[in-house]
């Protein structure tokens, strides 16, 4: 399994990632529901009494009303009143009616309007949010990763020791038998011997746990966690190939405007401007004008003149101001102090990203030099530990001294391994803290 498998297993089927698009399905539900506030409205309305067999009054209204975008109800509908005993306001027979009304305090910004901005806005944010969550999946997933890469390298370094030792015990073995080695020296190799099976089940154990903590990381697309078996096993051509390229810090810090948080930190920021803006229109009176022509009948006149607009219509209105306002006041000072709040959050998360990028980066390149100076290291001990090999089977060194040189071999490996994985960790959040690792 190599880590772009991983990767595409983790975004396709984890459910962290799949709640994080359903996140964004459920904004999307939100904006088509604060749209509907500006759909078309049918309805009726219908009240009849009848008593003692006489009709007292039948209303019938069945009318139109059409939500505009600045704040302006267009209404049409029709009326029919009979009976004996209506209202005295209300006009027998059929009539028709075409007209608006308008809530001058909310030509500019309503409820209405805000509410489909906010959805839009918070539409965007949570595109952004579902971004960190996967970026935070990834960084914990691909830590788990190279975790399991490690155990197993260091696993493999081992087994290819258990293996030189068991032919190094037949060997000395063989040279005992023909008296050309000590006794001593056959205890000698299989205590070695012995100290490589050790390790070797310690890292065996060591491999097959982090293959189970990977699991976590691995679903499939039926919602069913993937069945671990210790026969999967990774690919480590990405993980050699450590400390090759390095990203350039520059353009990192110059794309951190691109960062899910921060972005989401943003469009926050909008959804609070629109609220503020909103609290603002609270301070104004509260004036609302409604006008109606009529007709008599279900049909409308051809031409609208000036005698028929003076002597058929109907006209309302109403006014309201609070005298001190402070509730307005009040609910707007209170928009303008989260906005404050969160401009003040937006600037230190951006300071802990700069400097969580740029420590991740000092640690890359850190890692990077203790890489080379480990593998210039083991290579010089692994040619010093080929030279005592030479010399052991000629006779002119002892085996004591050739598992010394083996042992600083091994270890300067399974440090070079262990400072491999520190530096795709090192990598990895490096690209997680400036949110690029998505």
Request: glycine share 4%.
């Amino acid at each position: 399994m190599t880590k772009d498998d991983f990767i595409n297993i983790v975004k396709l089927y984890h459910p962290i990632a799949k709640q994080a698009d359903l996140q964004v399905e459920r904004a999307k539900a939100n904006v088509q529901q604060s749209r509907g506030a500006f759909d078309p409205e049918i309805g009726t309305t219908l009240d009849r009494k009848t008593f003692d067999g006489k009709l007292y009054y039948s209303y019938f209204k069945p009318e139109l009303t059409i939500p505009t975008w600045y704040g302006i109800d267009l209404k049409a509908g029709v009326e029919e009143i009979v009976g004996s005993r209506v209202s005295s306001e209300s006009t027998l027979g059929q009539t028709s009616f075409v007209g608006v009304k308008v809530a001058a305090n909310q030509l500019l910004f309503d409820k209405r309007r805000a509410a489909l901005r906010q959805a839009k806005a918070l539409q965007q944010q949570t595109a952004e949010e579902r971004k960190l969550a996967v970026n935070n999946l990834l960084y914990e997933g691909l830590a788990a990763y190279w975790n399991w890469v490690e155990k197993y390298c260091s696993y493999k370094i081992i087994s290819s020791a258990v293996a030189v030792g068991e032919e190094r015990v037949r060997f000395v073995k063989l040279e005992y038998e023909q008296g050309l080695r000590p006794a001593i020296d056959t205890i000698e190799a299989i205590t070695q011997l012995q100290t490589f099976y050790f390790q070797e089940s310690v890292m065996l154990l060591a491999f097959r746990n982090a293959g189970m903590e990977l699991s976590n990381y691995l679903w499939l697309e039926n919602n069913s966690p993937v069945e671990w078996s210790d026969m999967i096993l990774p690919d480590t051509a990405d993980f050699d190939k450590a400390a090759v390229t390095i990203p350039d810090l520059n353009a990192l810090m110059a794309a951190l405007d691109e960062h899910p948080k921060l972005r989401a930190i943003n469009y926050k920021m909008d959804i609070l401007a629109i609220e503020k803006r909103l609290k603002a229109q609270s301070l104004m009176p509260k004036l609302s004008v409604s006008g109606n022509i009529l007709s008599k009948g279900y049909k409308y006149p051809q031409e609208l003149n000036l005698p028929l607009l003076e002597n058929n219509h109907k006209l309302g209105l109403s006014f309201a101001m609070p005298l001190f306002l402070r509730d307005a006041r009040g609910a707007y000072s209170a928009a303008k102090l989260k906005i404050l709040e969160t401009d003040l959050d937006r600037n230190n998360t951006r300071l802990q990203i700069e400097n969580k990028t740029r420590s991740y980066y000092n640690e890359l390149l850190a890692v990077r030099q203790q890489l080379n100076i480990m593998t210039s290291t083991n290579t010089n001990f692994m040619k010093l530990y080929q030279g005592e090999r030479l010399k052991f089977e000629t006779g002119e060194s002892s085996l004591f001294l050739l598992n010394a040189r083996q042992s600083k071999v091994l270890e300067t490996a399974q440090k070079l391994i262990e400072l491999k994985a520190k530096w795709q960790k090192a990598y990895v959040s490096l690209l997680w803290s400036s949110g690029t690792l998505i």
